[in-house]
Each structure stands twice: as structure tokens, then as C-alpha cells.
């Protein structure tokens, strides 16, 4: 950040009184710039014993399968992102069953909070971001073609907990790979 966006004046990046980091403050107008974490919410659809997934029409990694999610927006909560982040990716109706992973990834300062969701009909498709939708079955999920490694993560907790017949809440804090 070079100015401000309260009052276009050039900003310095120093730790402002009271705070303990560094920050873009402008010493004209006297405003702290936060730069804080984005929320990615998102959902695990389901019927029966398959899950929907997108194959990605926008980049990053464009024509790669994820499970719908996006940037939350201001004004909803996360349940409402998660299924509005369906809807436009998917074209997906469904009924929230519950939070069902929540993902810390410090170096690319994203939180995932992902949402496991029944679909309550069939008909779905391709919104703006995908290229295709499609059901899948565990034997059949394109797994060397998945576009994130959270997604990858989250389908995998999703079967094991299946096949445990119980279902939990996943939290991690996703490092760097070095």
C-alpha cells in the first residue's frame, strides 16, 4: 500500500502506539490500514453416497476440480457465503448440516471454513467460475486433478468420517511446505 484510501496521501509502514506489528499508517489523516486475513467459505455437497465438484473456469488453476467456495462477503455470515458460493459455482440448493473443517493457512493469510451440505435436488450446473459440475463417488474422484490441497484434505476427512459413520468438526493449521 503507497496511499491512503481514506485520503490519498502517501502512508508509512511502522508500528503504530499501542499495537505490537507493523502497519500502513497515514500520518496525515491519522488512519491505520489493517490488512487482516481473508475467509474463504465453502461446502462439501452431497446426495446419497457421491459429492459435487467443479471443475474451475477462472484462474488459479483453471480446469482443476474443487469444492465450491469463495471469498466471503461483508454482510453475510459464513453459512450464507458458503451457500451463496454454491449457488454461483454450482448452481447447487442445499440444506447446511454443519461446520465440518476449519483451516488455518497463515502463510497465504486464508482461513477455510467449510460447510458439509446435503443437496436437496438434482438440479444443478456450471455457474460463471465452473466449466463442469459433477457427482462423484469416493473410487472415482479425480484426486491428481484436485485444484487446492484443502479441498483434497477436506474430501478425504469427509470419507474417512463416512465410513466411520460419524462426523466431526476438522481443524488445522495448514504450514508452508519448505
Known sequence: MKFCSHCAHTVVFEIPAGDDRPRHLCRACGAIHYVNPRVIVGTLPYIGEQVLLCKRAIEPRHGLWTLPAGFMENGESSEQGALRESWEEARAKLRIDELFAVYDIPHINQVYLMYRGELTDMDFGPGPESLEVEL?????????????????????????????????LHREVIERKL
Open 136 to 168: 462423484f463417488e469416493e473410487k472415482d474422484i479425480p484426486w491428481d486433478e484436485m485444484a487446492f490441497p484443502v479441498m483434497t484434505q477436506t474430501l478425504k476427512h469427509y470419507f474417512r468420517d463416512r465410513d466411520n459413520g460419524e462426523f466431526q
